[in-house]
């Protein structure tokens, strides 16, 4: 098991950048394909990015393809999100998952077992 705790969040304007953080305890963090989700009010939990354990190898939604990036320091047991070029539509509670079966990546929720509380991130017009 691990334990994860976003971070980050906060009011931007349209057009900012944000750097969400996921902070992990408990072991094996370098042996999780790790993702990024975002759920908006009244919408299903959605995924925004995926990381393979060794962080070599990454995959986008297409709604933020060109402007996220996600990435992690297995090292100090931190996953990140830089999201540029925010958009009103990006507004949503931000999740971060862990994925302890050994997959190289996920991008459904039903294939994580960990999941962080969540940071909200909202961005005005």
């Known amino acids: 098991q691990v334990q994860l705790v976003e971070s980050g969040g906060g009011l931007v304007q349209a057009g900012g950048s944000l750097r969400l953080s996921c902070a992990a305890s408990?072991?094996?963090?370098?042996?999780?394909?790790m993702g990024w989700f975002r759920q908006a009010p009244g919408k299903e939990r959605e995924f925004v990015a995926t990381i393979s354990r060794s962080g070599t190898g990454t995959f986008y939604a297409d709604s933020v393809k060109g402007r996220g990036t996600i990435s992690r320091n297995n090292a100090k047991n931190t996953l990140f999100l830089q999201m540029n070029n925010l958009q009103p539509e990006d507004t949503a509670v931000y999740y971060c998952?862990?994925?302890?079966?050994?997959?190289?990546?996920?991008?459904?929720?039903?294939?994580?077992?960990?999941w962080g509380q969540g940071t909200q991130v909202t961005v005005s017009s």
């Open positions: 408990g072991r094996g963090f370098s042996t999780y394909a």
């Open positions: 998952a862990a994925d302890s079966t050994m997959r190289y990546w996920a991008t459904r929720v039903w294939e994580y077992d960990n």
